[in-house]
T-cell receptor, first 114, second 112 residues
Framework: ETGVTQTPRHLVMGMTNKKSLKCEQH?????MYWYKQSAKKPLELMFV???????ENNSVPSRFSPECPNSSHLFLHLHTLQPEDSALYLC?????????????FGSGTRLTVV | GNSVTQMEGPVTLSEEAFLTINCTYT??????LFWYVQYPGEGLQLLLK?????DKGSNKGFEATYRKETTSFHLEKGSVQVSDSAVYFC???????????FGKGTRLSVIA
């Protein structure tokens, strides 16, 4: 399988639940990203990992916890979320240091918090 | 810092109409410029890119020219189809290892 794969595609969770989003890339990239896309809002960059090290955290609440065990996998652990966290969560990857090639995005996980 | 401004939507066109979506940017140095497209229920897909001034990116009938003198990268298509209905994002990659900067997106609806 090639490209960036995100699972699950859809997730409904209660505010007291704990769940995880998974992202996997088979492109040989070494940088990975989490974005949040809410209705009527711009894309929000949440976290950046370069060579498995977190290099950016854009003031994201601690109820979102990223994990990057290797350069091919990225997780977003979720706990005690709020209804306003409902959104499309997009993962992307790129070759670090060669930003001119752009990012490859997954299809996203549509999260609904009830 | 780097930023991207693109025209507000939504844009509604009839099939075979000419499309322009404006994008201007602010950046230091020599950024690379991108257009991404997001179809309903999907993630973003790279549509085209240009990495230096006067470069023209093109794909699927869409074109955009990197104009350094006007700091613009407007997206154009001569004849849109219903299948082009999507949200289009202009993006910029600055020098160094900084993340891509995206515009707010422009929703295009093409009606038959």
């Amino acid at each position: 399988e090639t490209g960036v794969t995100q699972t699950p595609r859809h997730l409904v969770m209660g505010m007291t639940n704990k769940k995880s989003l998974k992202c996997e890339q088979h492109l040989g990239h070494n940088a990975m990203y989490w974005y949040k896309q809410s209705a009527k809002k711009p894309l929000e960059l949440m976290f950046v990992y370069n060579f498995k090290e977190q290099t950016e955290n854009n003031s994201v609440p601690s109820r979102f916890s990223p994990e990057c065990p290797n350069s091919s996998h990225l997780f977003l652990h979720l706990h005690t979320l709020q209804p306003e966290d409902s959104a499309l969560y997009l993962c992307a990857s790129s070759q670090a240091g060669t930003q001119r090639s752009g990012y490859t995005f997954g299809s996203g996980t549509r999260l609904t918090v009830v | 810092g780097n930023s991207v401004t693109q025209m507000e939507g939504p844009v509604t066109l009839s099939e075979e109409a000419f499309l322009t979506i404006n994008c201007t940017y602010t950046a230091t140095g020599y950024p690379s410029l991108f257009w991404y497209v997001q179809y309903p229920g999907e993630g973003l897909q790279l549509l085209l890119k240009a990495t230096k001034a006067d470069d023209k990116g093109s794909n699927k009938g869409f074109e955009a020219t990197y104009r350094k003198e006007t700091t613009s990268f407007h997206l154009e298509k001569g004849s849109v189809q219903v299948s082009d209905s999507a949200v289009y994002f202009c993006a910029l990659s600055g020098e160094g290892n900084t993340p891509l900067v995206f515009g707010k997106g422009t929703r295009l609806s093409v009606i038959a």
